[in-house]
């Protein structure tokens, strides 16, 4: 296995990824959208999560697509956001049809950056139109970082963000993870430069530095996150991709699989204060797939995709935590 030509989610043929953002809230929203309604499914993990229309995801649900995917900021607020992403998709004639009713439909989860240094001091709600924004904004090519769902990301120690990655099969399928990393836990050992997710890492995508060697990793539970504000204010997020077809069913078991990428990027995982939690999604552009394999990779794809979220993480103002870069200035 090997990355795709842009080690992204743009290496799945027929989706789109759009980002908006408000610099001085520090928080944004990421949408996933289809050219076609797409199978998916959902699996949560973590004690708190946030979510939208996720029950119909299920595999025993009778929708069999949707339209897209969002993850956003903002905590409850944050899923408003699909909303905005229901009204673009209203006016370009996207949703599921009843009769002369038109449906789209729009699954959606939030993290919490509330106590992030952002201005919350809003008199209406922003994500409604930080979604239809990302949804205008949405095209194959995208960035990552502090960026959309991720602007306003933590980690325990360093600024978390929004990252990709994505895995050639020897099938000719590929596979890919999108997520906004906002954990309780550390995406690195103590001391801020190696990652958690070192083992996986591929051609130096988040500074090619190494495992860390010390004995006893995961036993501190440091925290700059947990002294600067609340506990709760936590939540990985993330969206795995294929287009090797795959039925609802398949897609939970994948989704299933990649929560694996997340325990082993960030220590602790799925906690009672994160709302961990992955969508899978095929667009079915290829026969049908080894479902072991591609939720295997869709965990491989994750943990990268987390480290890169952090690497990738850049300065603002008025921040609470320093970024990787600028914590390893000087390594």
């Given at each position: 296995m090997i990355p795709g030509p842009t080690n992204s989610l743009a290496d799945i043929g027929g989706l789109r990824v759009g980002n908006a953002q408000d610099v001085a809230l520090k928080s944004?929203?990421?949408?996933?959208?289809?050219?076609?309604?797409?199978?998916?499914?959902?699996?949560?993990?973590?004690?708190?999560?946030?979510?939208?229309?996720?029950?119909?995801?299920?595999?025993?649900?009778?929708?069999?697509?949707?339209?897209?995917?969002?993850?956003?900021g903002g905590s409850a607020f944050g899923l408003d956001a699909c909303s905005g992403?229901?009204?673009?998709?209203?006016?370009?004639?996207?949703?599921?049809?009843?009769?002369?009713?038109?449906?789209?439909?729009?699954?959606?989860?939030?993290?919490?950056?509330?106590?992030?240094?952002?201005?919350?001091?809003?008199?209406?709600?922003?994500?409604?139109?930080?979604?239809?924004?990302?949804?205008?904004?949405?095209?194959?090519?995208?960035?990552?970082?502090?960026?959309?769902?991720?602007?306003?990301?933590?980690?325990s120690m360093l600024k978390g963000g929004l990252g990709t990655a994505s895995l050639q099969l020897p099938d000719g399928s590929t596979v890919a993870a999108l997520v906004a990393a906002n954990p309780v836990g550390a995406v690195t050992t103590p001391g801020d430069r190696h990652f958690y997710a070192a083992a996986f890492e591929m051609d130096g995508e988040f500074g090619g530095v190494g495992p860390d060697l010390s004995s006893g990793l995961g036993l501190s539970r440091e925290s700059?996150?947990?002294?600067?504000?609340?506990?709760?204010?936590?939540?990985?997020?993330?969206?795995?991709?294929?287009?090797?077809?795959?039925?609802?069913?398949?897609?939970?078991?994948?989704?299933?699989?990649?929560?694996?990428?997340?325990?082993?990027?960030?220590?602790?995982?799925?906690?009672?204060?994160d709302g961990d939690l992955v969508f899978a999604l095929t667009t079915a552009a290829r026969p049908a797939a080894d479902v072991l394999l591609t939720g295997h990779a869709a965990a491989l794809c994750l943990s990268r995709a987390i480290a890169r979220a952090v690497y990738e993480a850049t300065p603002a103002e008025n921040d609470v935590m320093p970024c990787w870069r600028t914590a390893n200035a000087n390594n």
């Open positions: 944004g929203t990421t949408v996933v959208v289809g050219d076609v309604p797409f199978t998916a499914s959902v699996a949560v993990m973590g004690g708190a999560p946030g979510t939208r229309e996720t029950d119909l995801l299920a595999p025993d649900k009778s929708v069999a697509a949707v339209d897209a995917l969002v993850l956003s992403v229901v009204d673009g998709l209203r006016s370009d004639g996207r949703g599921f049809r009843v009769g002369a009713a038109q449906i789209p439909l729009v699954p959606g989860a939030i993290l919490f950056d509330l106590l992030n240094g952002g201005d919350k001091d809003w008199v209406e709600n922003p994500y409604r139109a930080l979604g239809l924004a990302a949804y205008r904004n949405a095209k194959p090519e995208f960035g990552i970082g502090t960026i959309g769902a991720g602007t306003g990301a933590l980690t700059r996150k947990m002294n600067a504000m609340s506990a709760r204010a936590n939540t990985t997020i993330a969206i795995v991709a294929t287009n090797a077809t795959l039925t609802k069913a398949e897609c939970y078991r994948v989704a299933t699989a990649a929560h694996d990428g997340i325990a082993r990027a960030c220590v602790p995982a799925h906690t009672p204060n």
